[in-house]
């Protein structure tokens, strides 16, 4: 496959990203404050549970993952929704479906950059501050290379929720609801609000098969190695489920795609 | 340079592929909701299947040849998008065939879209906050353009334009003119076959439009493009097309040269008399109806006329003669049709 368009594409989106500096410094503030208060939440959580260690996970434990997971959160967070839904109302849309590239693949890569500018300049930071506070609670090995893998496909299968929910909005004509339900959904069941650990056993178990789990828990539970995570018997269930996502709302996608997309050949923008 | 875009226009002639597009009785109907008024009716709209079909264009047949400038014409709501939309692919028609490059443009829509160009008005394909020359390589690699034609078609374009002020500058910094130049220079980059250019003057200075009619001329000549324009701007008609097309309410209604439009229509002629009081008094004159010597002489004996111009109808009178003609069929048409009404009402 030839990657010239792709790169091209993910170049440009760079450095469109770069263009925003401020916007990221706002969002590295933003997270502070909200940092500020997810801590004295749990603070005061853990103070009432009586108990060090709660849902087997400490509270230094608890503040790591949730302080990666909004980190990853600002990477992972796409406005695929929005964009689309605003190049259709305006019929900007036709400009795209006119490139001589998939519309899906073109989408994809026109995200690309700003992932690797927020990676770099939002998750790397938050990485090695909370790596130099903590003083060496987040493992430093091999599973730094496991947690980029895990991420990628994190990405896809975040990706392709985001193309499903986009799509959904050809019919509907307002997004603001549907986007907002989708959000609370995602951060909710894909522990990156409340770690998986304090759900109840029963609500647990379903969770952890539904895809939300794979672009925030997975990557996390990679990188912290809970659980013991380092074996390839752990390993294999997590990436096995990522990549299961990452095929079936692809294919899923695709297919919704190509079946709604007709209705603005047919019917019009 | 001339001699061998010739030659090359003439082998391509020679292939079967003459034609750049070729429309046979193409149709296109749009499904809408019947919508209501008032709270209770946007109630009743949400449970409502009740639709109406709208024919946007209606039986149009239309061959454009390779190298053509084409003038698209028609008021505004005449189907003269929906046609481009079908021609590039991202509308379906409901009945009839389209080909365009020897493709069927909505089976084939990004096969299709490697040979064509499109510039539709305000909206732009570039890419805001980064500068010109970022959006150009980046289409060069969207569009896969070899290096070297990459580098000939800015020759090119420096050639024809003064691109530099603008090339290092971000789009959204660009003024409106500077940003539909651009707009249409990224839509010739790839060396499409066929340029749709969807009201590109709209809202520019005279200057401006001047420079963009001029572009348009040379990449046409050069490259030979064919160029299909939709326009409000006569202008734009006098200064690039020898052939017009025009559509109202979907239905082709003109298809033939401009110079044939001003005689096709009736003979007309525009009379120019000055008062005694210096005003200028202006008439539209159908030489089939009325004689031009009679209307002076009886304007002669009711005042004083100090002078006299006869000038050649422009093709902007011409374009509103027919549109106002297809307008007041449809009033006439509208009329009957509640007279019948009224009729079975009585019946």
């Given at each position: 496959?030839?990657?010239?368009?792709?790169?091209?594409?993910t170049?440009?989106?760079?450095?469109?990203?770069?263009?925003?500096?401020?916007?990221?410094?706002?969002?590295?503030?933003?997270?502070l404050?909200?940092?500020?208060?997810?801590?004295?939440?749990?603070?005061?959580?853990?103070?009432?549970?009586?108990?060090?260690?709660?849902n087997?996970?400490?509270?230094?434990?608890?503040?790591?993952?949730?302080?990666l997971?909004?980190?990853?959160?600002?990477?992972?967070?796409?406005?695929?929704?929005?964009?689309?839904?605003?190049?259709?109302?305006?019929?900007?849309?036709?400009?795209?479906?006119?490139?001589p590239?998939?519309?899906?693949?073109?989408?994809?890569?026109?995200?690309?950059g700003?992932?690797?500018?927020?990676?770099?300049?939002?998750?790397?930071?938050?990485?090695?501050?909370?790596?130099?506070?903590?003083?060496?609670?987040?493992?430093?090995g091999?599973?730094?290379?496991?947690?980029?893998?895990?991420?990628?496909?994190?990405?896809?299968?975040?990706?392709?929720?985001?193309?499903?929910?986009?799509?959904?909005?050809?019919?509907?004509?307002?997004?603001?609801?549907i986007?907002?339900?989708?959000?609370?959904?995602?951060?909710?069941?894909?522990?990156?609000?409340?770690?998986?650990?304090?759900?109840?056993?029963?609500?647990?178990?379903?969770?952890?098969?539904?895809?939300?789990?794979?672009?925030?828990?997975?990557?996390?539970?990679?990188?912290?190695?809970?659980?013991?995570?380092?074996?390839?018997?752990?390993?294999?269930?997590?990436?096995?489920l990522?990549?299961?996502?990452?095929?079936?709302?692809t294919?899923?996608?695709?297919?919704?795609?190509?079946?709604?997309?007709r209705?603005?050949?047919?019917n019009?923008? | 340079?001339?001699?061998?875009?010739f030659?090359?226009?003439?082998?391509?002639?020679?292939?079967?592929?003459?034609?750049?597009?070729?429309?046979?009785?193409?149709?296109?109907?749009?499904?809408?909701?019947?919508?209501?008024?008032?709270?209770?009716?946007?109630?009743?709209?949400?449970?409502?299947?009740?639709?109406?079909?709208?024919s946007?264009?209606?039986?149009?047949?239309?061959?454009?040849?390779?190298?053509?400038?084409?003038?698209?014409?028609?008021?505004?709501?005449?189907?003269?998008s929906?046609?481009?939309?079908?021609?590039?692919?991202?509308?379906?028609p409901?009945?009839?065939?389209?080909?365009?490059?020897?493709?069927?443009?909505?089976?084939?829509?990004?096969?299709?879209?490697?040979?064509?160009?499109?510039?539709?008005?305000?909206?732009?394909?570039l890419?805001?906050s980064?500068?010109?020359i970022e959006?150009?390589?980046?289409?060069?690699?969207?569009?896969?353009?070899?290096k070297?034609?990459?580098?000939?078609?800015?020759?090119?374009?420096?050639?024809?334009?003064?691109?530099?002020?603008?090339?290092?500058?971000?789009?959204?910094?660009?003024?409106?003119g500077?940003?539909?130049?651009?707009?249409?220079?990224?839509?010739?980059?790839?060396?499409?076959?066929i340029?749709?250019?969807?009201?590109?003057?709209?809202?520019?200075d005279?200057?401006m439009?001047a420079?963009?009619?001029?572009?348009?001329q040379?990449?046409?000549?050069?490259?030979?493009?064919?160029?299909?324009?939709?326009?409000?701007?006569?202008?734009?008609?006098?200064?690039?097309?020898?052939r017009?097309?025009?559509?109202?309410?979907?239905?082709?209604i003109?298809?033939?040269d401009?110079?044939?439009?001003?005689?096709?229509?009736?003979?007309?002629?525009?009379?120019?008399?000055?008062h005694?009081d210096?005003?200028?008094?202006?008439?539209?004159?159908?030489?089939?109806?009325?004689?031009?010597?009679?209307?002076?002489?009886?304007?002669?004996?009711?005042?004083?006329?100090?002078?006299?111009?006869?000038?050649?109808?422009?093709?902007?009178?011409?374009?509103?003669?027919?549109?106002?003609?297809?307008?007041?069929?449809k009033?006439?048409?509208?009329?009957?049709d509640?007279?019948?009404?009224?009729?079975?009402?009585?019946?």
């Amino acid at each position: 496959m030839n990657m010239r368009r792709h790169l091209a594409l993910t170049r440009a989106g760079i450095m469109e990203s770069l263009q925003y500096r401020l916007g990221t410094a706002v969002t590295l503030f933003a997270n502070l404050i909200y940092l500020v208060l997810v801590y004295f939440l749990w603070r005061a959580i853990y103070d009432s549970a009586g108990t060090d260690v709660v849902n087997g996970m400490t509270f230094t434990d608890t503040m790591i993952y949730l302080i990666l997971a909004t980190a990853l959160f600002n990477f992972l967070e796409m406005f695929v929704v929005w964009d689309m839904s605003r190049s259709i109302q305006s019929g900007k849309i036709i400009l795209d479906l006119l490139k001589p590239m998939n519309f899906r693949t073109y989408t994809f890569w026109s995200y690309s950059g700003s992932h690797v500018v927020l990676f770099t300049l939002t998750f790397i930071p938050t990485f090695i501050v909370v790596m130099i506070v903590t003083n060496g609670a987040i493992p430093m090995g091999i599973n730094l290379l496991y947690f980029i893998i895990a991420t990628v496909l994190a990405l896809i299968v975040n990706f392709s929720m985001e193309m499903i929910v986009a799509t959904i909005c050809l019919y509907t004509e307002s997004t603001w609801g549907i986007n907002i339900v989708k959000e609370t959904i995602v951060l909710l069941l894909s522990g990156a609000s409340i770690p998986l650990a304090f759900f109840p056993e029963m609500f647990r178990k379903v969770v952890e098969f539904l895809p939300f789990r794979a672009v925030y828990d997975i990557p996390l539970t990679i990188l912290l190695k809970k659980n013991g995570t380092d074996t390839l018997e752990e390993l294999l269930p997590m990436f096995g489920l990522q990549l299961a996502w990452c095929v079936i709302l692809t294919v899923a996608g695709i297919l919704f795609w190509n079946h709604s997309v007709r209705k603005i050949t047919v019917n019009g923008g | 340079m001339k001699k061998h875009t010739f030659r090359k226009h003439k082998l391509e002639g020679t292939d079967k592929m003459e034609n750049a597009i070729v429309m046979k009785n193409v149709c296109k109907d749009f499904k809408i909701l019947n919508r209501h008024e008032g709270l209770k009716g946007s109630i009743r709209d949400l449970f409502s299947r009740d639709y109406k079909t709208i024919s946007a264009v209606k039986d149009v047949s239309l061959e454009i040849a390779r190298g053509e400038i084409i003038g698209y014409l028609g008021p505004n709501g005449a189907g003269k998008s929906t046609t481009i939309k079908m021609m590039t692919g991202v509308l379906e028609p409901t009945s009839g065939e389209i080909m365009v490059n020897g493709l069927v443009p909505y089976k084939e829509r990004t096969k299709n879209s490697e040979r064509i160009g499109v510039v539709f008005g305000q909206r732009s394909q570039l890419w805001w906050s980064l500068p010109l020359i970022e959006s150009f390589r980046l289409l060069r690699d969207i569009y896969m353009v070899p290096k070297k034609d990459y580098e000939e078609m800015l020759e090119l374009y420096r050639s024809l334009v003064d691109i530099e002020p603008i090339l290092h500058k971000p789009v959204r910094q660009m003024s409106l003119g500077q940003r539909t130049l651009s707009d249409i220079l990224a839509a010739f980059l790839h060396n499409p076959a066929i340029v749709f250019l969807d009201e590109p003057t709209i809202g520019l200075d005279v200057s401006m439009k001047a420079k963009i009619r001029s572009l348009i001329q040379g990449l046409n000549a050069e490259k030979n493009t064919t160029v299909i324009l939709t326009t409000h701007d006569m202008g734009d008609v006098d200064a690039l097309c020898k052939r017009i097309v025009i559509i109202d309410e979907g239905k082709k209604i003109y298809d033939n040269d401009i110079e044939h439009l001003k005689s096709y229509f009736g003979s007309y002629r525009t009379l120019r008399i000055r008062h005694a009081d210096d005003t200028w008094e202006e008439r539209v004159i159908d030489e089939t109806k009325e004689d031009v010597m009679d209307v002076i002489m009886k304007k002669q004996k009711e005042q004083k006329i100090k002078d006299i111009q006869l000038q050649e109808i422009s093709t902007e009178e011409v374009i509103k003669k027919i549109y106002e003609n297809s307008a007041a069929s449809k009033e006439s048409a509208a009329v009957s049709d509640v007279a019948e009404k009224k009729e079975e009402a009585t019946v």
